[in-house]
């Protein structure tokens, strides 16, 4: 087996839904980042040997993102892309597939992360092939079923049709998380982002793009979900927004988010030719099952079990980047492993998806750049990035940053 490493990585700004970015496609924002990640490397488009990128909420009319994003960035033809789709974990996956034909010899150099976009996030109607009854009462039935896919972790499950707010209600229920815990969670969030904004430590992940607007073209930068004005009052405010009496609320949930993360990656060897400095390497990666009603538990089962696969301990970690799906999720899954005051200094120090924002075919490639920069600001040799994923799974990838 090879060493893989990564070379470089870009994300565009993540904008807010019905936002800056509502007019450009998940493939206008990959191709920049394509672009640029070749560019500022100094490599021919023709180098890459392949592109994988996750995305969710596609449509038919633009499939295989992986694919569309080359041929918009205008790679060669013979430069191979495809998609993977992992719910919330797409783009983790996206580089762990990548690593894997890396680490076997198969190819020498890829491109791999994740795009979306939500604001333009396909609907669907429920049984319209066979067409409708034309009476109220059919209509305002088949009605309740327009839904967009964001809101169901995949089809009906096993025991029930969950969306994955319940499920954060469910978490929230089985490790007796309070609503009070969950709004000074997301508010710690947007207070930790808004001040690594403001120290410049965000600016070094993003990558400028020009986007369509109805004013015309422009220049976007901005994560524009973050809130650094809000205050737990007025987080305290907000109604449930899954189930009466419930504690999960927009506020306390991770936003639906455009944007798109990629990293660039190659063998070693590939690496030393060309006279490219690696920032970190991939170490162990691993999927895993949970019951699908808890989803969001995942990322602990996924911890444990690159700590068991690399024969190591939580201690051995510098830093973690845990997707804030919902605080209950992220706070459920901090209670299941335990974790000390202390301990959790060590995760999401700059805030997460409640504030930056979850744009979910690209989240996961989000995490690991965060996680790299993080770990050379603060000198950290290991860190793991993870994803709970609807449907009951989870993701996690192990770094090791480069000397």
Same mark, same amino acid.
């Given at each position: 087996m090879r060493d893989v490493v990564i070379v470089d990585a %870009? =994300?565009? $700004? /993540?904008?807010?839904?019905?936002?800056? &970015?509502?007019?450009?496609?998940?493939?206008?924002?990959? +191709?920049?980042?394509?672009?640029?990640l070749v560019k500022r490397n100094n490599l021919e488009k023709g180098d890459i040997d392949l592109c994988v990128m996750g995305n969710v909420d596609g449509h038919s009319t633009a499939p295989n993102l992986g694919r569309l994003a080359l041929l918009r960035a205008g790679f060669p033809f013979e430069v191979p892309g495809f998609t993977v789709e992992h719910q919330c974990g797409s783009a983790l996956l996206a580089i762990n597939t990548a690593y894997m034909q890396?680490?076997?010899?198969?190819?020498?150099?890829?491109?791999?992360?994740?795009?979306?976009?939500?604001?333009?996030?396909?609907?669907?109607?429920?049984? %319209? =092939?066979? $067409? /409708?009854?034309?009476?109220?009462?059919? &209509?305002?039935?088949?009605?309740?079923?327009?839904?967009? +896919?964001?809101?169901?972790?995949?089809?009906?499950?096993?025991?029930?049709?969950?969306?994955?707010?319940?499920?954060?209600?469910?978490?929230?229920?089985?490790?007796?998380?309070?609503?009070?815990?969950?709004?000074?969670?997301?508010?710690?969030?947007?207070?930790?982002?808004?001040?690594?904004?403001?120290?410049?430590?965000i600016k070094k992940e993003i990558l400028p793009i020009e986007v369509k607007t109805r004013k015309g073209p422009t220049m976007f930068d901005t994560d524009e979900h973050v809130k650094p004005d809000t205050t737990i009052e007025e987080l305290g405010k907000l109604r449930p927004a899954f189930k009466e009496g419930g504690t999960v609320t927009a506020g306390n949930s991770s936003g639906m988010n455009d944007g798109a993360a990629v990293v660039l990656m190659m063998t070693r060897e590939k690496a030393k030719e060309l006279g490219l400095k690696p920032i970190a390497s991939i170490g162990k990666h691993i999927s895993v099952g949970v019951d699908p009603a808890i989803m969001g538990i995942a990322p602990a089962f996924a911890i444990r079990k690159i700590l068991q696969m690399a024969g190591t301990k939580l201690e051995d970690y510098g830093m973690f980047e845990v997707n804030e799906a919902f605080c209950a999720q992220t706070l459920a899954v901090y209670k299941e492993l335990e974790l000390t005051a202390k301990q959790r200094e060590k995760f999401n120090p700059n805030g997460g998806a409640i504030a930056v924002g979850h744009p979910v075919g690209a989240s996961g490639a989000r995490l690991v750049q965060t996680l790299i920069y993080e770990m050379q600001e603060k000198g950290v040799q290991r860190g793991i990035a993870t994803l709970c994923c609807g449907g009951g799974t989870g993701i996690a990838t192990e770094l090791i940053l480069e000397d």
């Open positions: %870009a =994300r565009t $700004g /993540f904008g807010k839904y019905g936002g800056t &970015l509502i007019k450009t496609e998940a493939d206008e924002l990959a +191709a920049p980042l394509l672009l640029e890396l680490a076997l010899g198969m190819i020498d150099i890829a491109l791999a992360g994740g795009a979306e976009n939500l604001s333009n996030a396909p609907y669907w109607i429920e049984n %319209a =092939r066979q $067409g /409708f009854r034309l009476d109220e009462k059919g &209509l305002k039935i088949h009605c309740e079923f327009m839904e967009t +896919a964001r809101r169901v972790c995949g089809p009906a499950l096993y025991k029930e049709n969950v969306n994955m707010g319940i499920t954060a209600e469910n978490l929230a229920e089985k490790y007796n998380i309070s609503r009070q815990e969950q709004d000074e969670f997301a508010y710690e969030s947007h207070m930790k982002f808004s001040a690594a904004i403001e120290r410049g430590r």
